[in-house]
């Protein structure tokens, strides 16, 4: 990016600015403002791309506080991508969502050689290629973004989000000064470009964070993926600067670039006709991109052998990476290959080995889950994996504890599967001296004491004591959640505190709360308190779907409660269904109709039903009736690949708005599969089926 004559007069300049910071309160000459600003970011660069500094800190921040006050002097003359603008002073800024320029589409992932082998078959297979060129990353364990430059600057950072949009926190990433504030791609004429790339923090700065956390008397961060990620949603970017967080680019996913111009580096092929030359060109572009950790490759043996080098590395490096990324390098094969509706052809994870170490196993602990499932959780010594540290682990069930041969006070070996999940290998037996105690799986729920029930053919035992204390916070904490009732301003912390203090102790006393007492708690002023008051109120018109979701009744998801919904006039004609009627319902096996038979023969069950109405919550089924004369009545639906025009949630809404249902899978059953771009599986399913009538978003628009 700077070449050795630049770097000579750049450093030059540097020496005679430091000069003038000699004299307090010294500032600069206007015309000489934008010189200032350039030496700073090529500072900046030399510093948190190259990690090779020419100067010391203190000398930056002499030449940092120069400029400062020289724009203080001069405001008209501050620049929008002046080093200063970097950080902002909102205390309350709020994040809004904005759509990505192309899906940011998650990768497929490979544990082993056999799955890279079998990638690289089905990519020469689609391209009908004896041999494919691969660009081979780092898989950097961080948190991912999405950047827009405009005109060279930068006007956009967000979130991936659910992958078709994110949150917009450009205030936060104009914090992290390896992303350059403005980028001279016009030279070679693009004027807008969609960068894609992960913020981490490097191991130095999370130890150097953590110790200042640990001398504030505060609980340090539990790993540097979750320390980067939590910071991109900070309200304070001040905060976000304090934590010295990084950036790696690695992908353009879309540029305009005017016509007639090239993209040529020293009279090779233009840089964005491959991977690698799209690497260099950030590279070139002042972005720390993954170009000295890339290799270019032909041929999927050169792919495997070069990821298991580097995995030997990991730990040499300044930052966690997780696994490595192989992409097929030729950008136009890349595009042929194409994309299914998760993730691209073109692109595969190969995911290191998970971590293990040997720690003890100190004792269980028994909680209960909503649906009285009693889950034996291992308390460890505190050991480092990872990235993390882990002291408890979920051993799942008294069979899974039989089968690892689990005793208390047993050495054992735990993994983090994918580096996410910790797990209990093995114990290990030859280790143990005699003051082992056998584990003991209760005969009783281990909160109310009830007998405990193992449902034949079931590993799992259960208290089935409905109004087991464990079980009533559990179902108040899912039918609040944002996917049931969403009721804002109501989580998981305000549950369990209510509960504690006795003004909720069931469903119904949502709605009964008394909001006087609740008002005089910490963390409660007027309008929290109307906030709360507002969401509950809002929640009772909520559609009958998500309250049969919220009822936390076993195996029925959000899917299944829309088919449910869609069934009956009223939430109370279930008490009546039988198991024949119900297995009529898409969706709906064997399994599934004898759990929504036995909640709905449950006593107890309908008499919260009936409180809930007398509480003015919406049983009936409104929509039924309006769905009663819609064009579409009856008619089964399923969306697959990216639509251009709607979003699948749009478009499912209004099928479902004209009597439409949605299913989710492809069956006989089905009526219309709606195919966008890049269709998957579903698709060639689909085709295999005669009676399904496969059409596109605009045939879908034109039934309405």
């Not at 203190?58 to 620049?79: G, I």
């Not at 603008?85 to 759509?99: E, H």
């Not at 991977?275 to 070139?284: K, N, P, R, T, V």
């Not at 990872?386 to 089968?403: C, L, P």
Request: glycine residues 6%; aromatic residues 8%; proline residues 3%.
């Amino acid at each position: 990016m700077y070449g050795t004559e630049q770097i000579q007069k750049l450093q030059k300049s540097t020496l005679s600015f430091l000069q003038q910071t000699g004299e307090q309160n010294s500032v600069v000459p206007v015309n000489e403002l934008e010189q200032l600003r350039d030496l700073l970011r090529f500072h900046e660069y030399r510093y948190y791309v190259l990690n090779d500094p020419l100067i010391s800190d203190a000398e930056y921040d002499s030449l940092y506080k120069l400029l400062q006050r020289t724009e203080q002097l001069y405001p008209d003359q501050v620049s929008p991508d002046s080093p200063t603008q970097r950080v902002g002073s909102s205390l309350n800024q709020q994040f809004i969502t904005v759509q990505h320029l192309v899906p940011m589409l998650s990768l497929d992932n490979s544990y082993n050689a056999e799955d890279l082998i079998d990638f690289d078959r089905k990519a020469r297979e689609l391209s009908n290629l004896d041999l494919i060129e691969y660009c081979i990353e780092p898989k950097f364990d961080g948190a991912s973004i999405s950047l827009i430059y405009e005109n060279d600057r930068l006007v956009r950072a967000a979130t991936r989000g659910d992958g078709v949009e994110g949150e917009d926190i450009t205030t936060n990433i104009k914090q992290i000064k390896s992303i350059p504030l403005t980028a001279a791609f016009s030279s070679y004429g693009i004027r807008q470009i969609e960068i894609r790339g992960e913020i981490i923090m490097s191991k130095q700065a999370f130890h150097g964070y953590n110790a200042q956390l640990v001398a504030q008397g505060q609980s340090p961060l539990a790993n540097p993926r979750n320390a980067a990620s939590g910071s991109l949603r900070m309200k304070d970017p001040r905060e976000v600067a304090q934590r010295n967080l990084d950036a790696f680019l690695y992908h353009i996913s879309y540029y305009i670039r005017d016509e007639g111009t090239t993209l040529t580096h020293q009279n090779k092929p233009t840089l964005l006709d491959t991977h690698s030359g799209s690497l260099q060109l950030l590279w070139e572009m002042g972005f720390r991109s993954p170009q000295k950790e890339k290799k270019v490759v032909r041929g999927i043996d050169e792919v495997i052998e070069y990821c298991l080098a580097f995995e030997k590395i990991r730990d040499d490096l300044g930052y966690e990476i997780d696994g490595m990324v192989v992409k097929v390098n030729d950008i136009a094969l890349q595009e042929k290959l194409g994309m299914t509706s998760h993730h691209p052809r073109w692109a595969i994870a190969f995911k290191f080995k998970a971590r293990q170490a040997t720690t003890r196993l100190r004792a269980i602990e028994f909680q209960v889950g909503r649906t009285g499932a009693v889950t034996p959780v291992a308390k460890l010594d505190p050991v480092y994996l990872g990235g993390v540290t882990v002291s408890s682990i979920s051993v799942h069930n008294e069979d899974y504890i039989k089968e690892k041969d689990l005793n208390i006070g047993d050495a054992v070996l735990i993994e983090r599967a994918g580096d996410v999940i910790p797990q209990i290998v093995k114990s290990l037996p030859e280790l143990r001296d005699g003051t082992e105690q056998e584990i003991l799986f209760p005969k009783q729920c281990p909160v109310c004491k009830s007998q405990l029930f193992k449902e034949e053919g079931e590993a799992v035992w259960r208290c089935i004591n409905i109004e087991c204390e464990a079980q009533v916070v559990e179902k108040i904490i899912h039918f609040v959640s944002k996917d049931a009732m969403d009721i804002k301003s109501f989580g998981e912390a305000n549950v369990r505190k209510f509960y504690e203090l006795g003004f909720l102790k069931d469903i119904p006393g949502i709605y009964r709360l008394p909001y006087e007492q609740i008002g005089v708690l910490d963390g409660f002023g007027k309008k929290s308190l109307e906030n709360l008051q507002n969401a509950i109120l809002v929640s009772k018109q909520q559609p009958l779907y998500r309250l049969i979701y919220g009822l936390g009744i076993r195996f029925v998801g959000e899917t299944t409660a829309k088919t449910l919904a869609n069934a009956v006039e009223n939430v109370l004609d279930f008490t009546t269904k039988t198991e024949e009627e119900l297995l009529l319902l898409e969706d709906v096996g064997i399994k599934v109709a004898k759990s929504i038979q036995h909640f709905f023969q449950n006593e107890q069950n309908i008499q919260m039903l009936g409180e809930l109405k007398e509480l003015g919550l919406q049983l009936h089924n409104e929509k039924k009736e309006v769905l009663a004369a819609g064009a579409l009545t009856g008619k089964t639906f399923l969306f697959t690949g990216t639509l251009a025009k709607l979003k699948r949630s749009e478009a499912e809404a209004m099928a479902e708005e004209q009597g439409g249902v949605i299913v989710s899978g492809v069956s006989a059953k089905l009526n219309y599969l709606v195919v966008g771009e890049d269709a998957g599986s579903k698709l060639e399913k689909a085709k295999k089926i005669n009676t399904i009538k496969i059409i596109t978003e605009d045939e879908f628009l034109s039934l309405f």
